[in-house]
T-cell receptor, first 117, second 112 residues
Framework: GAVVSQHPSWVICKSGTSVKIECRSL??????MFWYRQFPKQSLMLMAT?????????EQGVEKDKFLINHASLTLSTLTVTSAHPEDSSFYIC?????????????FGQGTRLTVV | DAKTTQPNSMESNEEEPVHLPCNHS???????IHWYRQLPSQGPEYVIH???SNVNNRMASLAIAEDRKSSTLILHRATLRDAAVYYC?????????????FGKGTHLIIQP
């Protein structure tokens, strides 16, 4: 089956620094990728939709200047958490689908555990 | 995406069938019913999906009520590796390019 790969699996950074997370679709082209955030014992919350070649679309309440998304190619989207603070510590997950049809299933990366100290 | 309602948690014994219910009374005619599961510290993975007819795959079966207002994910013989949070999600035909809306899901506990 199709695979979405996310890197790194975990990262620890100091408060005030920036962290980049990569999401790759390994065997299909994804014009759209999605970024989710999950706090402990909570469900996934959609943060933003990453569109290849255009600006990302952010959900209400998500700071676009803090969570920079770049979707430079059909197989790669990156999420950069800028000036990270402890409250940004979370599990970040990306997702992609082969097409926009509603019957198309979604593939998820393995997630990135971010800890800001 | 339309709202779904699932029990917070369920418990089952290993090697027994598990029936995970999902209510989606506001489903529209073209909404697809998707099920995903999330194992601890991993991203979600696809389980099964359907529109009107019951569906079977190697992982599970999906039974959809005739009025489509509810569905049931069936794990025929649960193993310890099936312990996960199971999410029932509706994907509407006009929102295929949208991200999925995850509810709280059902935390499935498997007892050995």
């Amino acid at each position: 089956g199709a695979v979405v790969s996310q890197h790194p699996s975990w990262v620890i950074c100091k408060s005030g620094t920036s962290v980049k997370i990569e999401c790759r679709s390994l065997d299909f082209q994804a014009t759209t990728m999605f970024w989710y955030r999950q706090f402990p014992k909570q469900s996934l919350m959609l943060m933003a939709t990453s569109n290849e070649g255009s600006k990302a679309t952010y959900e209400q309440g998500v700071e676009k200047d803090k969570f920079l998304i770049n979707h430079a190619s059909l197989t790669l989207s990156t999420l950069t958490v800028t000036s990270a603070h402890p409250e940004d510590s979370s599990f970040y997950i990306c997702s992609a689908r082969r097409s926009i049809y509603p019957q198309e299933l979604a593939f998820f990366g393995q997630g990135t555990r971010l800890t800001v100290v | 995406d339309a709202k779904t309602t699932q029990p917070n948690s369920m418990e089952s014994n290993e090697e027994e069938p598990v029936h995970l219910p999902c209510n989606h009374s506001t489903i529209s005619g073209t909404d697809y019913i998707h099920w995903y599961r999330q194992l601890p510290s991993q991203g979600p993975e696809y389980v099964i999906h359907g529109l009107t007819s019951n569906v079977n795959n190697r992982m599970a079966s999906l039974a959809i009520a005739e009025d489509r207002k509810s569905s049931t994910l069936i794990l025929h013989r649960a193993t310890l590796r099936d312990a996960a949070v199971y999410y029932c999600i509706l994907v509407y035909s006009g929102g295929g390019a949208d991200g999925l809306t995850f509810g709280k899901g059902t935390h499935l506990i498997i007892q050995p």
